[in-house]
Every structure is written in structure tokens, then in C-alpha cells.
């Protein structure tokens, strides 16, 4: 996948997943089919290119001097890609951005499905009151994995990473969404008892949307684990887990949440 190089007048964006959010690359590496940001940011590249916004440190800064932006806001890192994707290794543009939230005293809540987080380590145990961790994790099948979110690590180096976090005192959350059937509905109570068992605080689950365009491509890889039509199985299945997930939380004390349930 190429990338480019690109700058940004601004960088903090109003969020309904926070406060804010901050998106420090145009574009996602990991390829999630069921990913719906090309749809909705009608990217013609976003499949094949990620923009890197190299003056993001400069940008943020400066946004960051504005008195509406007041000390103690939530950011979300990040609500259009992945903050941990590969190429964060080489620009370091979300362990820039979480630095300087964290030295402004912003809460920050991660969303990734990426190990490489745990770059971060240091930063995230000493600011543990205003930083949540989180890692989408739709099911334990790798088939289903590689077929659907073919660049991404594996699911089982996720639940590693949030064990680690755990450990370490940091808030942990699974997001299980989108639910796909036929993975997320399939060995959801092994799941959950390993997302119990390492300490996750809280466990959020979504439903597929479907785009459009998205059909007929989840279908098509789909049609390798399922037959029937992909809507109303997802329907079946996003109740099914809303269910087990709702109960299981009560039972463990682990909240559960349902952000998007609209
Ligand atoms: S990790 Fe998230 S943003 Fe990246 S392709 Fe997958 S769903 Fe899209």
C-alpha cells in the first residue's frame, strides 16, 4: 500500500465518541472488508494510499491553544482509521498526539486493533486516570480473521497487548463491532471469559451497517462461512451478542456499553 505525505490547516475534529478526535493518517492499512470510512468519506484511494499528516504535531499545538478546547476533554484517537496502523512505526504521529493531549491535561480514549500500542507503554501507565485502551475483537475464528480483516495483527496478539495493559493498570476495553455472523455470534462465551479473565473493564458491542456497495462485498467473502442472506443473519446475530454480552457483563461486573445502538 503507498503513502504520501500531507498537511493539515486543522486536526481536531467534534466527535460523538468523545469530546473530540484526532486522525493522524488519511487512510487505513489494515483493510477491514467490512470497514465503512471509504463509503462515507467517498476516499477513491482510500484502499490503496494513506496520507500522513506530517505537520500534525505543529497543527495540534496550536488547536491546542484555543480556550474552547477546555483542560480535561475527551479525545478519541482515532474515529476514521487506525492510530496503531503499521505505519505509525515509522512517523510516530499518534505517540506525538497522545503526548501532547496527555501534557494538556486531555483524557484519551484509543481504539486499534494493534499491538504496536504497547510503543506507548510508558506514557499510557503514567497518565493510567486519563487514558482508556481499547481493541476491537469480533471473534476467535483466524479464518474469518484473515478473510475479513486481512492487514490487521491477529486476533490472539490483541487480547495479549490488552492483557498486558491490564496488568499494568491501564482501563482495557473489547469493542465487539462490527458483528459479523457466523464469528462474533460463534464462540462468543470463550471469548468473553478471556476477555474476563485478563481484566477487561468494559465491553462494547455495534452493529453492521450496510453501506452502500458494502453488501455485495461482504457477501461475496462471506459466502465462504455462511449461506443465507448476510442483513438478516447479521440482525440475528448483532441480537444474540447484544444479549450474551448485556448478561455476561452483569454477571462480572464489566460494564457493558452499546454506543451506536441507534
Ligand atoms: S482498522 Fe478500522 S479504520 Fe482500519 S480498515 Fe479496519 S475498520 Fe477501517
Known sequence: MLYEETRCDRCISRSALGDYSINPYIGCQHQCAYCYVPKITKNPE??????????????????????????????????????????????????????????????????????????????????????????????????????????????????????????????????????????????LEYLLAELRDIGVKELSVDKLRFRPGLRKELTEIMGNFFHGDLEYESQLAYAKVVKKVREFSGEHGILFTNPFSY
Not at 482510500?46 to 477546555?70: D, F, G, Y
Not at 480535561?72 to 482509521?81: E, H, I, P, V
Not at 515509522?90 to 493531549?101: E, M
Not at 496478539?157 to 490488552?162: D, V, Y
Open 46 to 187: 482510500w484502499k490503496s494510499k494513506v496520507k500522513v499528516k506530517v505537520n500534525l504535531h505543529v497543527t495540534l499545538a496550536k488547536e491546542l491553544t484555543n480556550p474552547r478546547i477546555k483542560k480535561g476533554s475527551s479525545f478519541f484517537l482515532s474515529s476514521l482509521t487506525d492510530p496503531y496502523q503499521p505505519i505509525e512505526s515509522k512517523y510516530g504521529l499518534t505517540s506525538d498526539a497522545l503526548q501532547q493531549l496527555l501534557a494538556n491535561g486531555m483524557k484519551v480514549v484509543i481504539q486499534t486493533k494493534s499491538p504496536l500500542v504497547l510503543k506507548d507503554l510508558n506514557l499510557l501507565k503514567y497518565n493510567a486516570k486519563n487514558v482508556q485502551v481499547g481493541f476491537t475483537v469480533l471473534g476467535l475464528d483466524g479464518n474469518v480473521k484473515d478473510a475479513l480483516e486481512p492487514n490487521a495483527p491477529s486476533v490472539n496478539s490483541r487480547i495479549k497487548a490488552m492483557a498486558y495493559l491490564a496488568d499494568r493498570g491501564i482501563y482495557v476495553f473489547a469493542f465487539l463491532g462490527p458483528v459479523i455472523p457466523a464469528w462474533t455470534d460463534i464462540d
